[in-house]
C-alpha cells in the first residue's frame, strides 16, 4: 500500500464551547440590520437633536490686574498708624487669584443680575432693557428667593480661569443669546474696576482723616518747638558765651527741626492722600473685550453625531452577541430556557 507524499493538515478540535474569530464575524453578518442600523439610527437622533436644541453661545474677555507700587506711608509714621488700629496700605493691586474668586462672588453676581440689558428675546418690543434675572427668566416666591436661584444659574454660566503665567485673568460668558453674553462678560469687569476705585477711594479717605489730625497735632507741637527756642533765646542773650547754655540752646533747635521734618512729610503724605481719595483710574487693564460670538460653543452637532453613532455601533455588537447567545441556549437546552421565560414574564406581572 502506497502512501502519499503530500498529507491534508488535520486541524485541532475545538473545546465545545469556544468560539473563533470567525464565528464572531458570523454573528455580526447575521444580525446585520441591527449591527447598521442601530448606529445609524443614533446618528440621525443626535442630528435632529442638535438641530432643534437651544444653540449656546461663549463671549470672552480678558484682563490683567494692575500691579502698582501704590504709596506708602514712611515706615515711622505707618508704626504709629498702626498704634491707632488704622491699616493705611495702599501698595499694589491684587493678585488675579483674587480678582477670580471676586467673579464667583455672590455680591457681584447679584449686581450683575439687576443690571438692566437691552432684551433680546423675540416676544419683547424693540429696544426694551431688561434685568439678566427677567431675562434668564428665573422664578422664586420673593425678590431674594430669585436671587438665590439666579446666582446659582448665572455660576453655572460663567467660567473664569488664571493664567499663571502671564497673570492674564479670562471670563467667559454662556447665553443662548450672543448680544447678552458679550453684555455680561463686560458688565463684569466694569464691576470689578468700580469696586477697585471704592475699595481704594475708601482706604484713601480713612488714610487721609488720620493725616489730618495727626497733621494738626504736627502743627501744634511745631509751634510750641519754636516758641520754646524763641523764648530761650529771648530770655538769655548772651547764651552763645555760655556753654552749657548752648548746649540747651542746641537740644531746643534740634527738636524743632525734628518736629519740622515730621510736620513736613504729614503734609506730604496728606496732599497725596487727598489726591488719591478722588482718583478713580481703572486698576485692571482690558486686554480684549467680549463681542458678541459669530459661532455657537453648543451643540457641536458633528461631535454629538459622531459620539451617538459610535456609542450606537457599541449598543449594536453587544446586542448581537447577547441575542445569539439565546438563540443558542434555546436550541440546546429548550427547559431551562423556557423555565427562564416564565420566570421574565411572571416578573413582569408582578411589576405591572
Known amino acids: 500500500m502506497s502512501v502519499s507524499s503530500s498529507q491534508t493538515p488535520i ?26 442600523g442601530l448606529p445609524l439610527a443614533a446618528g440621525v437622533l443626535a442630528a435632529v437633536y442638535s438641530l432643534v436644541a437651544t444653540p449656546t453661545y ?24 498702626g498704634q491707632f488700629g488704622v491699616s493705611l496700605d495702599m501698595g499694589g493691586g491684587s493678585s488675579p487669584q483674587f480678582y477670580a474668586a471676586m467673579v464667583r462672588s455672590r455680591e457681584l453676581m447679584e449686581q450683575v443680575l439687576v443690571t438692566p440689558y437691552a432684551d433680546p428675546r423675540e416676544e419683547a418690543p424693540k429696544g426694551a432693557k431688561a434685568d439678566l434675572l427677567k431675562i ?14 439666579g446666582v446659582r444659574q448665572l455660576y453655572g454660566l460663567t ?17 443662548r443669546y450672543p448680544d447678552l453674553a458679550a453684555a455680561v462678560a463686560n458688565r463684569y469687569v466694569v464691576l470689578l474696576n468700580k469696586f477697585n476705585a471704592e ?26 518747638a519754636e516758641d520754646a527756642l524763641r523764648g530761650f533765646q529771648e530770655a538769655n542773650r548772651g547764651w552763645q558765651q555760655s556753654p552749657t547754655l548752648s548746649l540747651q ?33 481703572p486698576l485692571i487693564t482690558v486686554v480684549d473685550g467680549a463681542v ?17 453613532m459610535l456609542l450606537g455601533a457599541v449598543a449594536a455588537v453587544a446586542a448581537a452577541f447577547a441575542l445569539e447567545f439565546l438563540a443558542r441556549a434555546r436550541h440546546r437546552e429548550p427547559g431551562e430556557f423556557e423555565e427562564l421565560s416564565r420566570a421574565v414574564r411572571t416578573l413582569r406581572r408582578r411589576e405591572a
Open 58 to 81: 461663549r463671549a470672552t474677555t480678558t484682563f490683567v490686574p494692575e500691579q502698582s507700587s501704590g504709596t506708602k506711608l514712611p515706615g515711622n509714621l505707618a508704626g504709629l498708624a
Open 136 to 149: 434668564l427668566e428665573v422664578e422664586g416666591e420673593n425678590r431674594a428667593d430669585s436671587l438665590e436661584d
Open 292 to 308: 458678541p460670538p459669530q459661532t455657537r460653543e453648543a451643540p457641536k452637532r458633528k461631535l454629538v453625531v459622531l459620539v451617538s
Open 249 to 281: 540752646e542746641a537740644r531746643l533747635r534740634r527738636q524743632m527741626q525734628t518736629r519740622q521734618e515730621v510736620y513736613q512729610t504729614l503734609n506730604r503724605e496728606f496732599l497725596s492722600a487727598r489726591i488719591e481719595e478722588v482718583n478713580n483710574t
Open 11 to 36: 486541524s485541532p478540535e475545538r473545546a465545545p464551547g469556544e468560539v473563533g474569530l470567525l464565528d464572531l464575524v458570523a454573528i455580526l453578518v447575521r444580525r446585520w440590520r441591527l449591527v447598521v
Open 159 to 175: 467660567t473664569v480661569r488664571v493664567d499663571d503665567e502671564t497673570d492674564i485673568v479670562r471670563l467667559s460668558v454662556d447665553s
Open 199 to 224: 475699595s481704594r477711594q475708601t482706604q484713601a479717605g480713612q488714610r487721609r482723616r488720620f493725616l489730618e489730625e495727626r497733621l494738626d497735632e504736627g502743627r501744634q507741637q511745631l509751634r510750641e
